[in-house]
């Protein structure tokens, strides 16, 4: 059986494509494996980050800023809740909606944790220079702004 050959601009997207999606895969499992060694799990760091950076949120807030549903984040809250991590309450301006804040203990796991995440996500990416950080950075929201700009 021949091998299908593609145009050169098929080719170019395909092979972004799949170098983009293995990239991803590596950096999210070396991520996680990171986190699980502070005996947390992804979204609830990315939650404990949200929160620690921006201060106490709205529940849709964070959902839109992880791009979870409602569903999901209600799981994660209840086990950063679990342990006294967050609060969530009533919010003072709209008191339909749920605003969820960091503890002090929730402050100190951010501050201890996410710092050396940083640090471990900074020797990930030393593979590349500054230079090409940016570039890899300005590149990857051209093309996540273009897309979803689409039809």
């Not at 098929?10 to 494509?17: G, I």
């Not at 005996?39 to 807030?61: D, M, N, R, S, Y």
């Not at 984040?73 to 339909?96: G, H, I």
């Not at 944790?113 to 230079?131: E, N, R």
Request: with cysteine; aromatic share 8%; glycine share 6%.
């Amino acid at each position: 059986m021949k091998k299908k050959k593609y145009d050169l601009k098929t080719e170019a997207a395909l092979s972004s494509w799949v170098k983009l999606a293995r990239a991803y895969s590596t950096i999210y499992k070396k991520a996680q494996e990171n986190i699980r060694s502070y005996g947390l799990t992804l979204p609830q760091l990315a939650v404990i980050e949200a929160i620690g950076h921006l201060g106490p949120l709205k529940v849709g807030e964070i959902c839109e800023k992880m791009l979870v549903s409602g569903g999901n984040m209600t799981l994660v809250l209840d086990n950063l809740e679990k342990l006294n991590f967050v609060e969530r309450r009533p919010s003072k301006k709209d008191r339909r909606s749920i605003e969820v804040k960091l503890t002090p203990k929730g402050k100190r796991v951010f501050n201890k944790y996410f710092v050396k995440h940083a640090d471990y996500i900074t020797d990930l990416f030393s593979v590349l220079s500054i230079k090409e950080q940016k570039q890899l950075a300005a590149l990857l929201k051209k093309l996540g702004v273009g897309i979803a700009q689409t039809k």
